[in-house]
């Protein structure tokens, strides 16, 4: 008996498969289930794939880009009536880890809110003046330049950091 007979279950192999009358019968998908790969560490994928992901620091324009800035948020004020279309290229802060990233936004501007220091768009939506690095509009170009009392004579809307 040592050496095992090749024709042991012949009998075995023309028989009807066995199904319960007790329990239903698996569905195919569940029985694949049963064989799927184990996943040992759950979140693991997404954790490596979250630390791999790359941010950007943000960019502190100089004191040039700053006056800049801050005489194109005077003239968008004293257009907010208009309802001016602008382009924005700002920073979104990331949730998740230091950094973020540049986006660019197109909307027609509803407002400024000092209060909160944010443009606020038609639909609403706010961005923070602190983190926008550019913002064009026609009505730059079409804006005479402004005389030196009227600079002085408004606030700056731009932030400038004061050093310690």
Same mark, same amino acid.
């Given at each position: 008996?040592?050496?095992?007979?090749?024709?042991?279950?012949?009998?075995?192999?023309?028989?009807? /498969?066995? +199904?319960?009358?007790?329990?239903?019968?698996?569905?195919?998908?569940?029985?694949?289930?049963?064989?799927?790969?184990?996943?040992?560490?759950?979140?693991?994928?997404?954790?490596?794939?979250?630390?791999?992901?790359?941010?950007?620091r943000?960019?502190?324009?100089?004191?040039? &880009?700053?006056?800049?800035?801050?005489?194109?948020?005077?003239?968008?004020s004293?257009?907010?009536?208009?309802?001016p279309?602008?382009?924005?290229? /700002?920073?979104?802060?990331?949730?998740? +880890?230091s950094?973020?990233?540049?986006?660019?936004?197109?909307?027609?501007?509803?407002?400024?809110?000092?209060?909160?220091?944010?443009?606020?768009?038609?639909?609403? &939506?706010?961005?923070?003046?602190?983190?926008?690095?550019?913002?064009?509009?026609?009505?730059?170009?079409? &804006?005479?330049?402004?005389?030196?009392?009227?600079?002085?004579?408004?606030?700056?809307?731009?932030?400038?950091?004061?050093t &310690?």
């Amino acid at each position: 008996m040592s050496e095992k007979d090749p024709h042991r279950y012949d009998d075995m192999i023309h028989m009807p /498969h066995f +199904k319960s009358k007790k329990r239903p019968q698996m569905s195919l998908h569940d029985r694949a289930a049963q064989f799927a790969p184990f996943a040992a560490l759950t979140g693991y994928d997404e954790s490596i794939s979250e630390t791999a992901r790359q941010t950007e620091r943000q960019i502190r324009p100089g004191e040039a &880009e700053k006056a800049e800035l801050d005489r194109r948020f005077r003239i968008l004020s004293r257009h907010i009536g208009e309802r001016p279309e602008v382009t924005i290229r /700002h920073f979104v802060p990331d949730d998740k +880890k230091s950094g973020g990233a540049y986006e660019t936004a197109r909307f027609r501007v509803r407002g400024i809110d000092l209060f909160e220091r944010a443009l606020i768009a038609e639909d609403r &939506e706010k961005y923070g003046l602190d983190y926008i690095l550019e913002i064009d509009s026609e009505i730059f170009s079409q &804006e005479c330049e402004e005389s030196p009392s009227e600079e002085s004579a408004t606030m700056d809307l731009y932030e400038t950091e004061t050093t &310690e």
